[in-house]
Each structure stands twice: as C-alpha cells, then as structure tokens.
C-alpha cells in the first residue's frame, strides 16, 4: 500500500471510530463545509445540513456501531481521493435491534494539510 493510501485509510478509520461515538462534535471537523452527503432518505448539502441529518440518525439508531469493509481506493491524488466499500450497521431501533449494510462512495478533499469528507453517498 502506498503512503498516501495508507493516511487516507488512516483518515477513513479516524472516521468511522468518530461516527461510532455518536459525538457529532467528533464527526464534523472530518468534513468539508461545502460537502454534499446523499443518504437513503435524502440529499444534505453543506456542514450545517449533514451535522443535522448525522445527529437525527444517532437519535433514531441508539448503540449504534458502524464499520466500513472492502475498503477500495479508486482514485489517489495529492489533493483529493475517491473511495468505494461496503458499510455495516448495528444497533437498536424503537427498542429493538436492527443491523442493514450497503455501500459507500466518498470523495476526500485536502485543505490545509488536512483531508475532509467533500461528498457521501450510502445507498442500501
């Protein structure tokens, strides 16, 4: 694995253990401020857009624990990188538990030194 695969695998980790402490505050300075998520029930354009639609599912999905798999790099760049993989989902919804998977694209920009989430896509 390259060096730059290996920080953004790094950078996708960081990720996924921020979202698994339902701390929206963790989740949020990984993304880019003028990102576009898409999620199974609607598009969110913007930080202040996707932290809401983030929190609203750790409201819904309590003890939820989230995990990338088959984690594959299509594109690798200086500045910008784009991903594929395969997601899982755990957790209770409505006082029962619930699981679904699906998979992800990411596009990852880097501003300032530093990689952030520019655009999600999960579909199930």
């Not at 339902?22 to 202040?48: E, M, Q, T």
Request: glycine letters at 6%; aromatic letters at 10%.
């Amino acid at each position: 694995m390259s060096d730059l695969a290996a920080e953004l695998t790094a950078f996708m980790t960081r990720y996924e253990q921020a979202t698994n402490t339902h701390d929206i505050d963790r989740v949020a300075p990984l993304i880019d401020a003028d990102a576009v998520y898409w999620f199974s029930d609607g598009s969110h354009r913007g930080l202040s857009e996707i932290t809401e639609a983030i929190k609203r599912t750790f409201a819904v999905i309590q003890d939820e624990v989230y995990e990338v798999q088959d984690l594959e790099w299509v594109v690798l760049a200086a500045d910008h990188a784009v991903c594929r993989y395969r997601f899982l989902w755990t957790g209770v919804v409505d006082g029962r538990p619930r699981s679904g998977q699906g998979r992800g694209t990411n596009v990852l920009v880097k501003r300032e030194s530093a990689w952030k989430m520019r655009h999600e896509h999960l579909s199930s």
